[in-house]
């Protein structure tokens, strides 16, 4: 495989890890499913607990890892600060940057110097970045068999084409809320799995918001990240 076949390889693979159009609803996103408690399911404690330690996070920093269905890995550092930011940064040779600013969700792929931008509501991304979503309405808790580990679904019922994507808590005394974000998995509508897992989380640093701006490739054909 070339070079450039890698890199455009790598691309498709970060776009179906965040599934950014694909689960655009599954993770709370336009059209809402209802609530859980009007589908004749209670609404459980555990879950609750998780929703509010992932809203108890102010700014986060964390490694992670990226497998795509077939088993390849991207490494990186994902930067997170509430209200709407976050960004990946991935490892060095891969020319791709995925970055909202709050208001936006952005892919750059500087390789072929194209822009995709998406609502931040309307992304996956969503339940960890829109203060206004609740993840517990549209969720479900998915039993694990470990005490220590909370796993919860999110999707559209009445749209299974758009997939769903599943969020991973442990229980961490130090961590907001006492449990972490660990993982998540998106699963799109043909059955591609793609999972990022997050490691050495670090809370409460000072980020500032220049750390989610971008270069636009397509202003300047010389430009890098």
């Not at 952005?106 to 339940?127: C, H, K």
């Not at 998915?142 to 758009?162: C, F, L």
């Amino acid at each position: 495989m070339t070079q450039n076949s890698s890199h455009r390889s790598t691309g498709a693979r970060i776009a179906r890890a965040l599934a950014i159009p694909a689960l655009a609803l599954a993770t709370l996103g336009v059209t809402a499913a209802p609530p859980l408690a009007a589908q004749g399911a209670p609404r459980s404690a555990e879950l609750d607990r998780a929703v509010a330690a992932l809203r108890s996070i102010d700014t986060m920093r964390a490694d992670f890892v990226q497998t795509d269905r077939s088993g390849q890995r991207t490494t990186g550092v994902m930067t997170l600060k509430r209200p709407g930011k976050i960004r990946f940064q991935y490892q060095k040779g891969v020319p791709l940057l995925i970055v909202s600013d709050g208001r936006a969700l952005t892919m750059v792929d500087y390789e072929v110097r194209q822009v995709q931008r998406w609502p931040i509501s309307n992304s996956p991304l969503g339940a960890l970045l829109d203060p206004k979503r609740d993840v517990a309405r549209f969720g479900k808790l998915i039993p694990t068999g470990n005490p220590a580990v909370t796993s919860i679904e999110v999707r559209d019922s009445k749209h299974p084409e758009y997939g769903m994507i599943t969020l991973i808590f442990v229980k961490d005394p130090s961590a907001p809320g006492g449990m972490a974000l660990n993982s998540w998995v998106a699963l799109d509508s043909q059955n591609k799995r793609t999972t990022i897992r997050l490691a050495n989380q670090k809370y409460g640093m000072a980020v500032p918001d220049s750390t989610f701006a971008y270069n636009d490739p397509r202003r300047n054909a010389s430009t890098r990240r």
